[in-house]
């Protein structure tokens, strides 16, 4: 990792997806930092994984089974992580990812919905959970994940890109918000990035071609994001509220 983040040491972080990919790197990037990490996903399992593999590397972990469009289920996870470690100081809302293309004359209503309900209403879920304590505290940092997909038209589906979109106001609206009570809320939105997921999936032609839409020329790597993320989240970001930072290798730039 580059970057070390002093202030981010003993903090308490919670990683939703937290269990694989992008959530999972910057889990673990927090963890290295000395900051104590609650993961939240469903998948017990590679929830498991991401907590061995960080307390192996000398970290303090946790995790939660949730599902972050359950609301109760949310709550729940937010007790866990209190009785484990304390209030949560940064929060990494992460979970996500129903992209893949449809073209619109095919969505059902019933997958709008769904994509609807994990990319943008599971956002305002997790933050209407930890934000009351982080406003009564007077500190918090919060950083939300958008997409490219929301920032410009793209191969995504349409709920996608408009759910990605959302989330890029939720932030601005609830930085306004909460700024005079001491919390931040930031926003990252990725463009193409490979995970172990991508990189099962994706052909290596493929890949080269995706990379080739990019002007730094690459794919984004889940490090990228974490290294955004670590600044984000740090008061080193002291003066920065309510921005979606771009993570596309030049391919964004508005
Ligand atoms: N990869 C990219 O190129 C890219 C680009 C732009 C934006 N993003 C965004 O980045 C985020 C992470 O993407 P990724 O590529 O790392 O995806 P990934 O490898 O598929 O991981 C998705 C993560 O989200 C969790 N998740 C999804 N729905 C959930 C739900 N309802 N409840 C709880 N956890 C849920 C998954 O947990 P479980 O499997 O344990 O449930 C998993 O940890 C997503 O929001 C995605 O939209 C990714």
Redesign the pocket.
Known sequence: MSGTYPDLNGKVVLV?????????RTAHAFAAQGARVCV????AE??DAVVAGITGAGGTATRAV????DSAAVDEARRHVESRFGPVDVLAV??????LPVPTVELTEQRWREVVD??LT?VFLTVRAFLPGMVERGRGSVVT?????GRQPSQANLA?GVA?AGVVMLTRHLATEVGPSGVRVNCV?????L????QARMPAAVRDKVAALHPLNRM?T?DD?ADTALFLASDAASWLTGLTVDVSGGRVTN
């Open positions: 939703t997806g937290g269990s694989r990919g992008i959530g999972a939240v996903g469903r998948d590679a929830l949730a599902d972050v469009t992460f979970a996500g990812g129903q992209g994990s990319d599971s994940m958008s997409s490219a997909a996608y990605n939105a990725p463009s193409a990035i995970t172990e997921t991508t984004g889940p994001i």
